[in-house]
């Protein structure tokens, strides 16, 4: 049995209805195996900076510092919109991630056979898609030197990478290409950036260390067109901060909706931040449509990697993959042959029933 304390920082939006949805199938595996979950709710993100000024409290950290994982929902809203602003919900994000040393995103991208039709690509080109991103999260193009100017007329963000950063991040896509189909495809703009020729001389290097794997390049424009032409070629998708961020965001187009994919941050040890690829999606937030699958799924990804607990995150997995193979699915997955549409707490119920 395991006792696991756990901050629980919903956001902004529809956060705050995944996240309850995601501590409902917590609370469900702790008691079908033994374990204690112990939550501790904290701010960040638009409902921080109303309530004290700055998108991630000092509470907030201690509160992480003191926990076993971050579970986290969505951060942002157009209340918080102005780019003019000082602090941003975004800020939040960001400052954890570069806090806990977070600099390894995993993103597990999926196309189940029962949402082929959901996905507007031809079916035999999404046969055995099951890829993995591995985003670079604490460097790049997000964290180098920049100078913002509110009035000026230039302004300017530097895409930097040191050595080490590189090497850490390599290892942690070539170590999960080793459990998986042994494959990493590294993203970079080596014919263009210097700091992407960096970027690939060392990935290079690393891939020294595992000669079992098979290691491809590719520029980031061929990849973005790859992934739609042919998604199923890829395993490990090894990428910089905002390129990752980018191609994440169009390879969710292969789970048929963005509200599928969990992600992973971690850094050296097992402390993890566990977060939906998706936003806070202010257009449907309160009212209860939200697709809480890419939460559930990011609490089956802490329980893997910051608990080491495999059969737990697998029954929550196969759980998911049944309610939507019954055909059960929320409005971001329907269409005209959809019979009824859940909303969050039906779905929720749905996988709780199957767990
Ligand atoms: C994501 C988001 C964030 C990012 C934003 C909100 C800062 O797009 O997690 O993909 O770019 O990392
Ligand atoms: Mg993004």
Redesign the pocket.
Known sequence: MVKATLTVLPGDGVGVEVMASAQRVLDAIGKRYGHEFVYHEGLIGGIAIDKTGVALPDETIKLAEQSDAVLLG???GPKWDNPTAKVR???G??KI?KHFNLFA?L?PVKTYPTLVHRVPLRADLLAGVDLLFV?E?TGGL?FGPRQEQEDGDSAYDTMLYTVPEVERVAHVAFRAAQGRRKKVTSVDKANVLAAMRLWRKTVVKVHEDYADVTLEHGLVDSCAMHLLTRPASFDVILAE??F??IL??EASVLAGSLGMLP?ASLGDGRFGLY?P?H?SAPDIAGMKKANPTGMILSVAMMLRYSLGLETEANTIELAVESALADGIVTADLADAQTKTVANTDEFTEAVLARL
């Open positions: 969505a951060v942002g919900p975004e800020q994000l960001l991630r995103n993103r985003r999260l997000y901060n905002m990752g961020d994440s965001d992600s977060e690829v936003g």
